[in-house]
């Protein structure tokens, strides 16, 4: 007897089946600037936060996933048409509803049936990200960090106070075109994760904190209190080489207009290019002009748009 298709939330041991939709949307939807090294660093961020996305299931098979959090939906190009993606929608809006947020979703704009089915679930664009990439055969100065502050490079999982770091990191992207969501089981479970990276975080602190070279480590931390700045790289095997992407820069908005943003950029550039990356990836706010500026004066061209439309509740 077939079973009626239902949404649930996510559970461990759906990884496996979340992986084979997604290999299955990259190869039949193409979608830009997507590669499928980075399904594993989507599934880890996935699972360390469970109760932030929903899953479709048909008879005893999970064909279809919402994560809100990654802008993401998607069902198997082998399920759809069969009104999996409005029950997903559905479900994650209530998700984002009782975050106080509305529901905002990557569309590809070259998949006709994907703006259809937008629209007709009452989607608007709302706005847009770019992917910029830096060639590998242009040059960034090396970071020049004021007098004024301290510099360490750590692992966030050695931080116990998850709060503040939560806290602080939260501040450091006040302002921001997308708010971010951490929280503090979220971050936890994602530095639980196997396949977690802590290995790329640079933070900032005022110069009264401790006072050290470019680089230089230390086991003394500033608590996540006092500090004002982070930058966050990662670096992954991509065929015979190896990919990497500036993931985030966050400057707490007193320290802002100070040339920090400026520094980290160079520092993750740096970072990257001593763990062999060629091309060096980011993605930024079309909105945000002061990041797409300072992107562009270092080299890093656009090359992809990610149009996102909101639903509201």
């Given at each position: 007897m077939t079973e009626a298709p239902t949404i649930r939330p996510f559970a461990v041991g759906d990884e496996a089946a979340i992986a084979r939709i997604m290999a299955a949307s990259l190869e039949v939807d193409r979608l830009p600037g997507f590669k499928a090294s980075e399904i594993d660093r989507s599934l880890v961020r996935i699972a360390a936060d469970p109760r932030r996305t929903v899953v479709a299931v048909a008879d005893g098979e999970v064909v279809g996933y919402c994560a809100?959090?990654?802008?993401?939906?998607?069902?198997?190009?082998?399920h759809r048409r069969h009104g999996h993606g409005a029950r997903l929608v559905t479900a994650a809006q209530r998700l984002e509803?009782?975050?106080?947020?509305?529901?905002?979703?990557y569309v590809p704009s070259h998949l006709p049936g994907s703006l259809a089915f937008a629209e007709r679930l009452g989607f608007r664009y709302h706005s847009s990200l770019w992917q910029f990439i830096l060639p590998a055969s242009t040059d960034v100065?090396?970071?020049?960090?004021?007098?004024?502050v301290a510099i360490w490079v750590v692992d966030p999982r050695e931080i116990a106070d998850i709060e503040g770091w939560v806290a602080f990191l939260l501040a450091s992207f006040d302002g921001h075109p997308s708010p971010m969501g951490w929280t503090e089981d979220g971050m936890r479970r994602l530095h639980a994760a196997p396949?977690?990276?802590g290995s790329g975080v640079l933070v900032v602190a005022p110069a009264s904190a401790r006072s050290v070279a470019l680089g230089a480590a230390t086991a003394v931390i500033?608590?996540?209190?006092?500090?004002?700045?982070?930058?966050?790289v990662?670096?992954?095997?991509e065929g015979d080489a190896f990919g990497g992407e500036i993931g985030l820069i966050g400057v707490v908005p007193a320290w802002r207009r100070r040339g920090l943003g400026r520094e980290l950029l160079r520092w993750g550039v740096g970072e990257l290019r001593d763990r062999g990356v060629g091309e060096i990836e980011l993605t930024v706010e079309a909105a945000n002009d002061g990041a797409t500026e300072l992107y562009r004066a270092h080299g890093f061209e656009s090359t992809v748009e990610w149009p996102h439309w909101t639903l509201e509740p």
């Amino acid at each position: 007897m077939t079973e009626a298709p239902t949404i649930r939330p996510f559970a461990v041991g759906d990884e496996a089946a979340i992986a084979r939709i997604m290999a299955a949307s990259l190869e039949v939807d193409r979608l830009p600037g997507f590669k499928a090294s980075e399904i594993d660093r989507s599934l880890v961020r996935i699972a360390a936060d469970p109760r932030r996305t929903v899953v479709a299931v048909a008879d005893g098979e999970v064909v279809g996933y919402c994560a809100p959090f990654l802008d993401d939906l998607s069902v198997h190009p082998a399920h759809r048409r069969h009104g999996h993606g409005a029950r997903l929608v559905t479900a994650a809006q209530r998700l984002e509803q009782e975050r106080g947020r509305p529901l905002t979703l990557y569309v590809p704009s070259h998949l006709p049936g994907s703006l259809a089915f937008a629209e007709r679930l009452g989607f608007r664009y709302h706005s847009s990200l770019w992917q910029f990439i830096l060639p590998a055969s242009t040059d960034v100065q090396a970071p020049v960090f004021g007098s004024d502050v301290a510099i360490w490079v750590v692992d966030p999982r050695e931080i116990a106070d998850i709060e503040g770091w939560v806290a602080f990191l939260l501040a450091s992207f006040d302002g921001h075109p997308s708010p971010m969501g951490w929280t503090e089981d979220g971050m936890r479970r994602l530095h639980a994760a196997p396949g977690f990276d802590g290995s790329g975080v640079l933070v900032v602190a005022p110069a009264s904190a401790r006072s050290v070279a470019l680089g230089a480590a230390t086991a003394v931390i500033p608590a996540p209190k006092d500090l004002v700045a982070f930058a966050r790289v990662e670096s992954y095997p991509e065929g015979d080489a190896f990919g990497g992407e500036i993931g985030l820069i966050g400057v707490v908005p007193a320290w802002r207009r100070r040339g920090l943003g400026r520094e980290l950029l160079r520092w993750g550039v740096g970072e990257l290019r001593d763990r062999g990356v060629g091309e060096i990836e980011l993605t930024v706010e079309a909105a945000n002009d002061g990041a797409t500026e300072l992107y562009r004066a270092h080299g890093f061209e656009s090359t992809v748009e990610w149009p996102h439309w909101t639903l509201e509740p």
